[in-house]
């Protein structure tokens, strides 16, 4: 089983944009267009699946909100620090 991470490991391990509400961390961000919004959703679909490990996925126009939790394991653990990163990545290379 995936180990969940306390309270501390979890803020130490936050990323730029990222915020975290209990058992969950999340990040919202604006992009140019709604056509670049879902190119960016079909990456991060993309890695989710290759690390089978599905954010929640908020589409708002330009606005993309994720949501990141191991519902299996009743908490965060490393996977959900790993995909923010690849989705930070995806963010990033725009």
Avoid: C, N
């Avoid at 993309?46 to 606005?63: F, K, S």
């Amino acid at each position: 089983m995936t180990e969940i991470l306390s309270d501390d490991e979890a803020d130490r391990r936050l990323g730029a944009g990222w915020t975290r509400s209990g058992a969950v961390i999340s990040r919202e961000v604006e992009l140019a267009s709604f056509p670049q919004a879902i190119e960016v959703v079909d990456r991060v679909a993309e890695l989710a699946e290759a690390a089978d490990h599905h954010p929640d996925i908020d589409i708002r126009w330009r606005t993309l909100t994720f949501r990141l939790s191991t519902y299996s394991a009743g908490g965060l653990t490393a996977k959900d620090f790993s995909l923010a990163a690849q989705i930070d990545s995806v963010i990033s290379g725009l």
